[in-house]
T-cell receptor
């Protein structure tokens, strides 16, 4: 039972354009959401997060949007850069379970020149 | 120096062998986690520990055991390795005061023949 789903295994975007990575979840108890970025041969690194009391959080080129009614979140990267090429995981947490994250399967982003 | 280190980085072993993967952190976090990553399945939680005296099973703990030797050290053991334990293993730490963000080590690539 995959509670956090990233239905696009891969995405290719031109440099300078917007990258939109999507994530859906099924458990309405989740109240905190995170995005991680992973390069080959490295561990995932935390990118940005959002609490369920918000619908948007922005950090530089990265913005996360949360639509609770649709149980959907998205990560926008504007403008996309070649260094953004990586695998992106979304993760969800029910803070009542104290920092137990449920991860999606990841989306591989390729930013082309 | 890396905040979360894992040893070894790569390991090849044979079916039935006992192996230990080690994790150390200098972040001073009480909470530590072990995950495995398989292609198409994202990261799945094996065990987690919220302090030295607290050990909890994750969603896929069968065939694994852990030891929390100190606040900074958390080891994962495969008592009798089997081929379907071939995966990428990550250790992570977190601080509840920093939301749900977890900080990952570089991973151990394990191949069980």
């Amino acid at each position: 039972d995959q509670q956090v789903k990233q239905n696009s295994p891969s995405l290719s975007v031109q440099e300078g354009r917007i990258s939109i990575l999507n994530c859906d979840y099924t458990n309405s108890m989740f109240d905190y959401f995170l995005w991680y970025k992973k390069y080959p041969a490295e561990g995932p690194t935390f990118l940005i997060s959002i609490s369920s009391i918000k619908d948007k959080n922005e950090d530089g080129r990265f913005t996360v949007f949360l639509n609770k009614s649709a149980k959907h979140l998205s990560l926008h990267i504007v403008p996309s850069q070649p260094g953004d090429s990586a695998v992106y995981f979304c993760a969800a947490e029910f803070t009542g379970t104290a920092s137990k994250l449920t991860f999606g399967t990841g989306t591989r982003l390729q930013v082309t020149l | 120096d890396a905040d979360v280190t894992q040893t070894p980085r790569n390991r090849i072993t044979k079916t039935g062998k006992r192996i230990m993967l080690e994790c150390s952190q200098t972040k001073g976090h009480d909470r530590m986690y072990w995950y495995r990553q398989d292609p198409g399945l994202g990261l799945r939680l094996i065990y987690y520990s919220f302090d030295v005296k607290d050990i909890n099973k994750g969603e896929i703990s069968d065939g694994y055991s852990v030891s929390r030797q100190a606040q900074a050290k958390f080891s994962l053991s495969l008592e009798s390795a089997i081929p379907n334990q071939t995966a990428l293993y990550f250790c992570a730490t977190s601080d509840p005061g920093q939301g749900g963000a977890q900080y990952f080590g570089p991973g151990t690539r394990l191949l069980v023949l």
